[in-house]
């Protein structure tokens, strides 16, 4: 089991807002440990605190290939996008579906670290890139199904549906 809980679409409470964080203390050190924790567990390459009923503007990623670069976002800002990008996307929310999104290409982006530092990240591209936008996405209320047409969510409820039924 991960450590922390991770809601499952249609989860009403994966629509909600999270708010900027204000303090820098060990209470916030230790959600950004255990999302990383729950992360690395569930095989995923970034977490949003939504995504653990934590409406706080926090983010976890390791879009490395040997899991050794973890990442934090501490209310992350995107303050330049360049290009577009479609790119086949996952979410620990949605199991076993995936979906082709179109994203900026590549993407500045604006955040403090767990201290309160601030701090940019310049030029994010590829897989980085694309998974920093979902995550700020869910800390919107947003997941990748929203990006999809009426016809496209209804077949990848159809699926959702189908895995769930298997897996019971
Ligand atoms: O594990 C994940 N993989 C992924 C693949 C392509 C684009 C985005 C992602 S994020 C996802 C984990 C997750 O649900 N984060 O919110
Ligand atoms: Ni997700």
């Not at 807002?17 to 209470?27: K, L, M, Q, Y």
């Not at 255990?34 to 992360?39: C, G, Q, S, Y």
């Not at 567990?41 to 290939?65: F, M, W, Y």
């Amino acid at each position: 089991m991960p450590l922390l809980n991770i809601l499952q679409f249609p989860d009403p409470r994966l629509k909600n807002i999270a708010a900027p964080v204000e303090h820098f203390d060990a209470e916030l050190a230790t959600l950004i440990d255990n999302m990383l924790e729950t992360m690395y567990e569930t095989r995923g390459i970034g977490l949003a605190s939504i995504q653990v009923n934590v409406p706080k503007r926090v983010i976890v990623i390791d879009a490395s290939d040997n899991e050794n670069e973890p990442r934090h976002f501490v209310n992350p800002e995107i303050i330049a996008k360049r290009g577009v990008i479609e790119w086949e996307e996952g979410c620990l929310s949605f199991p076993g579906v995936y979906a082709k999104i179109k994203r900026a290409k590549e993407i500045d982006v604006k955040y403090v670290d767990k201290h309160g530092k601030p701090q940019e990240l310049l030029n994010a591209t590829g897989l980085l890139g694309v998974c920093i936008q979902h995550e700020i996405d869910h800390l919107d209320g947003i997941t990748f199904y929203d990006h999809l047409s009426s016809l496209k969510k209804e077949l990848l409820r159809k699926k959702l549906d189908k895995i769930r039924r298997r897996s019971l």
